[in-house]
């Protein structure tokens, strides 16, 4: 459409990931899929979705069936709305936000969280990073909210060509470090690290995380683009 940008990712991807944490090397899996584009509230958007579920033997200690969708303008990838469906230990709950930048009046009936305009969701602003050229850009900054607190997320080329063998084959890649902030002082104990495939569709090929309850290896099995 006109006044977008060209995106790496397309309508019916779908990566899928396995999870290794403390001594389980497969303890869940994460699929990431473009379901659609479509018209929010006026607005023209991508509709992002990432599903995870534990797998046996961790799912015996804790049994997760987790989705996430977000919309995200197509022009801008800032959040329009962001909808979570939890399942955890036989607990559900559903929340949805919608996003509202400051001075920006209201659509529709929903009631708006007001944000920083450019603000993401978690798992919009992990798309966002493929929207970003780091052939030619060093550093990326977003607000992120995640429905709870406000986070200012820092990306920095760290490595822009290294080679990496994962499940789903050998890729050139280059080397993402993500900080988060709040108000000025960075999150402890928290880091994130992705490495994006020289390919088209800039693949997020694995990802670390550092996490207070232990570190998080996502390691990319298989994709459809």
Known sequence: MSGEAPMPFRIGEKLDYRVAWASFTNAASIELTVPERRDLMGWGTWHFRASAHTLSPMRALIAVDDQFDSYTDAATLESRQYETYLNEMGQKQTEVFNFLAEG????????????????????????????VDWQQTSEFRAPVYDGHDVYDMRARLDAPAETLAVAAGKFSVSKISIRLFQRGKELPGTNFTAWLAHDAARTPVLMLAEMPFGNLRVELVSAVQ
């Open 104 to 131: 920006q009046p209201a659509r529709g009936h929903a009631a708006g969280v007001v944000v920083t305009a450019g603000t993401r969701d978690p798992l919009g602003a992990a798309y966002a990073l493929r929207g």
